[in-house]
């Protein structure tokens, strides 16, 4: 089994590490979680973040041949379009993109002309698929909770879960937005303990747990099952539920939800422009 090369880059304004996953034989990659750098208050957008991406993989002369989301973000906005313009490269993300295609076209109301179908993407993942990155075979495993489409992705000896699982010392991800479930969490949760203790665990987030002063982007199988401070070896999944539920219940939406989510849904893409040519970002009142 052919084991891949993992480098980070880390947004610390929206906590986001994004990642680019080498063949450690050929120079084939694949980009998972981008960030596109967006000003709220002024509306603006930049790809400084993207930038730098594209800057290693130029650097090192590596093809990109995926550009893969682990779900639909709530708190930042994906550089998906940007990258796959730059670099080429297949897009992904899990089938479920049309359950939450669906939520939230209606809750935004984006009308008729935004597909529903998750046709923005090159491909839709399902659980147990597999695909390439060179001569890297990745599996994916559908471990839903946090949103219906949440998906892993396994890579030799990594696996890149996304919002599932944060470190060991700051524990799990919420399940208050439309589509959430406690209950799925853990169980999606608990899919990924299975992996061999040693899988190297790559997360999409870290938020630096009391007392620790560096941020941390990876972990381990066994690291989780022992030191999880949720869903540690010993909790059931009723005491996780309960945990979990009234947790959410004490949390703020995230800041950029309102345009991470219009933006994401349709594979990073803005919406459509408007008939003076600008586009703009729908604040549903009093919905979330």
């Given amino acids: 089994m052919r084991n891949p090369i993992v480098t980070h880059f880390f947004d610390e304004p929206t906590n986001t590490f994004s990642y680019i996953v080498q063949d450690p034989n050929s120079n084939a ?97 399902e659980e147990g698929d597999t695909f390439a990155i060179g001569g890297l075979e990745a599996r994916v495993l559908h471990t839903p909770g946090h949103t219906p489409a949440c998906l892993t992705y396994v890579i030799g000896d990594a696996a890149f879960v996304g919002d599932t699982l944060f470190m060991p010392d700051y524990g799990t991800a919420r399940c208050d937005f439309p589509g959430g479930n406690a209950r799925t969490l853990y169980r999606s949760i608990h899919k990924v303990l299975a992996l061999p203790g040693e899988t190297r665990l790559f997360l999409c987030h870290d938020y630096k747990a ?71 970002i729908k604040v549903p009142i009093n919905l979330f």
């Fill in 29 to 125: 990659c694949a980009i998972i979680d981008s960030v596109l750098d967006f000003d709220y208050a002024a509306g603006r957008t930049n790809a400084r973040s993207a930038d730098a991406i594209i800057d290693h993989i130029q650097r090192e002369k590596l093809s990109v041949e995926w550009v893969l989301e682990t779900h639909v973000h709530a708190d930042h906005l994906s550089a998906a379009p940007y990258l796959h313009e730059k670099l080429g490269g297949r897009t992904g993300i899990g089938a479920k993109i049309r359950e939450v295609q669906e939520t939230f076209g209606k809750a935004f109301n984006a009308g008729s002309e935004f597909s529903r179908d998750g046709s923005q993407f090159d491909r839709l993942f």
């Fill in 210 to 280: 009391p007392g620790r002063e560096e941020y941390q982007h990876q972990s381990s199988v066994s690291e989780q099952r022992t030191n999880n401070v949720h869903v540690h070896e010993g909790v059931d999944e009723n005491a996780f539920v309960k945990m979990r539920t009234e947790r959410d219940a004490t949390l703020n939406m995230p800041r950029l939800i309102i345009p991470s989510v219009q933006i994401n849904m349709r594979a990073g893409r803005l919406p459509p422009a408007e008939d003076n040519d600008q586009v703009y």
